[in-house]
């Protein structure tokens, strides 16, 4: 059974960076058919896919347009987790940050979500 | 982007019922169509992945279908525990992206 668990702070000031983890259990970063993927919510923004980490003989990321000067998913193969970096957030990135996988075995292909952490609740503000 | 809309935003239901929650995708997408099922505070649980396969563990009760860009999800009879909001995403292309939502409540 795959588990995710995030980690990291629930308040960032306005300009700085959000830093979040999530710890991958009974699964593998480093997985040759999982994506690792970092997806947010807000009421006026609905959910928001933001990027991914995934290894397929070696690493790749693929982030959404409207926050890719802004991004950085890293794996950390020792510890068996990914990390979010989320610079120059404002207000408007006040969101419930989530982790999750997916896994090209489900149906060929990518981007159907089957396990996902807890979410954490990141509020912008000084 | 590929924009999700999902009908109705809200429907209320008593239990027993039949509710059916469409999804019309801006482009074409094949049948790559996941649905997802949300509690508050929880995180989305997959329920339906391919427009019509079911994800393991999930109840049969729970069906969805596929007709052009035009998709259904239909709970065939509503629990007390599938109160809550359910979301369409599309995994065709590149970004993936939700609809808005459709909240069920009791009626």
């Known amino acids: 059974q795959v588990q995710l668990q995030q980690s990291g702070p629930g308040l960032v000031k306005p300009s700085q960076t959000l830093s979040l983890t999530c710890a991958i259990s009974?699964?593998?970063?480093?997985?040759?058919?999982?994506?690792w993927n970092w997806i947010r919510q807000s009421p006026s923004r609905g959910l928001e896919w933001l990027g991914r980490?995934?290894?397929?003989?070696?690493?790749?990321?693929d982030y959404e347009a409207s926050v890719e000067s802004r991004i950085t998913i890293n794996p950390d193969t020792s510890k068996n987790q990914f990390s979010l970096q989320l610079s120059s957030v404002t207000p408007e990135d006040t969101a419930v940050y989530y982790c999750?996988?997916?896994?090209?075995?489900?149906?060929?292909?990518?981007?159907?979500?089957?396990?996902w952490g807890q979410g954490t609740l990141v509020t912008v503000s000084s | 982007d590929i924009q999700m809309t999902q009908s109705p935003s809200s429907v209320s239901a008593s239990v027993g019922d039949r509710v059916t929650i469409t999804c019309r995708a801006s482009?074409?997408?094949?049948?790559?169509l996941a649905w997802y099922q949300q509690k508050p505070g929880k995180a989305p649980k997959l329920l339906i992945y391919?427009?019509?396969s079911l994800q393991s563990g999930v109840p049969s009760r729970f069906t969805g279908s596929a007709s052009g860009t035009d998709f259904t999800f239909t709970i065939s009879s509503v629990q007390p525990e599938d109160f809550a909001t359910y979301y369409c995403?599309?995994?065709?292309?590149?970004?993936?992206?939700f609809g808005q939502g459709t909240r069920v409540d009791i009626k």
């Open positions: 482009q074409g997408i094949s049948d790559s």
């Open positions: 995403q599309q995994a065709k292309t590149f970004p993936p992206t």
């Open positions: 980490t995934y290894y397929r003989s070696k690493w790749y990321n």
């Open positions: 391919a427009a019509s």
């Open positions: 009974g699964d593998s970063v480093s997985s040759n058919t999982a994506a």
């Open positions: 999750a996988r997916d896994d090209v075995l489900m149906a060929g292909i990518s981007y159907y979500f089957d396990y």
